[in-house]
């Protein structure tokens, strides 16, 4: 048990369809990340939020729209995907965004297939 | 800019020792993970290294040479069950930022 639940864990959607990703942590962690897993590909780093305030959006199409309305929920809102958006997302948590030691405890993932 | 080098693949003997390899180039250096993903899970975190030198945690060790940029896990007393991606992941830059590895998927054979 990782204190990280991502729901749903499948999910399958048509590129009209609106979906939610949801996250909760129960570490009592101040940061919070969605990540992008492809095969063949690095992590690649979505959005943080740092004390419920977002830090970091890396370019990210506007078809993904994240949401944290406090420190242990962390949304990611789907419309209008593209079947290449078809991937593992991955939300992570950890102490707080700054300090460099702490790690990062990470959700088991939604798979999103994008028909 | 930041990069990250580790092999794509090993193999290795059930009870043996391997070594996973990883070089990086980074400005501003903050730290150094390791992680262990099993295929369909989630990655969970194995060691940190901010400081050159060997973090001995039972059977997994971690390695770091700032200088060099180079860093290993060390595996000993292999077991099935260590069969995984193993990533690792640098924190750097003037923002910090925690930039991840390919990974290196490791079979251990029987």
């Known amino acids: 048990e990782t204190g990280v639940t991502q729901t749903p864990r499948h999910l399958v959607m048509g590129m009209t369809n609106k979906k939610s990703l949801k996250c909760e942590q129960h570490?009592?962690?101040?940061?919070m990340y969605w990540y992008k897993q492809s095969a063949k590909k690095p992590l690649e780093l979505m959005f943080v939020?740092?004390?419920?305030?977002?830090?970091e959006n890396n370019s990210v199409p506007s078809r993904f729209s994240p949401e944290c309305p406090n420190s242990s929920h962390l949304f990611l809102h789907l419309h209008t995907l593209q079947p290449e958006d078809s991937a593992l997302y991955l939300c992570?948590?950890?102490?707080?965004?700054?300090?460099?030691?702490?790690?990062?405890?990470f959700g088991p993932g939604t798979r999103l297939t994008v028909t | 800019g930041q990069n990250i080098d580790q092999p794509t693949e090993m193999t290795a003997t059930e009870g043996a020792i391997v070594q996973i390899n990883c070089t990086y180039q980074t400005s501003g250096f903050n730290g150094l993970f390791w992680y262990q993903q099993h295929a369909g899970e989630a990655p969970t975190f194995l060691s940190y290294n901010v400081l050159d030198g060997l973090e001995e945690k039972g059977r997994f060790s971690s390695f770091l040479s700032r200088s060099k940029g180079y860093s290993y896990l060390l595996l000993k007393e292999l077991q099935m069950k260590d069969s995984a991606s193993y990533l690792c992941?640098?924190?750097?830059?003037?923002?910090?930022?925690?930039?991840w590895g390919l990974g290196t998927s490791l079979a251990v054979n029987p």
């Open positions: 570490l009592g962690h101040n940061a």
């Open positions: 992941a640098v924190r750097g830059g003037n923002n910090r930022k925690l930039i």
């Open positions: 992570a948590s950890s102490q707080d965004q700054a300090s460099g030691r702490y790690e990062q405890y």
């Open positions: 939020y740092n004390f419920k305030e977002q830090t």
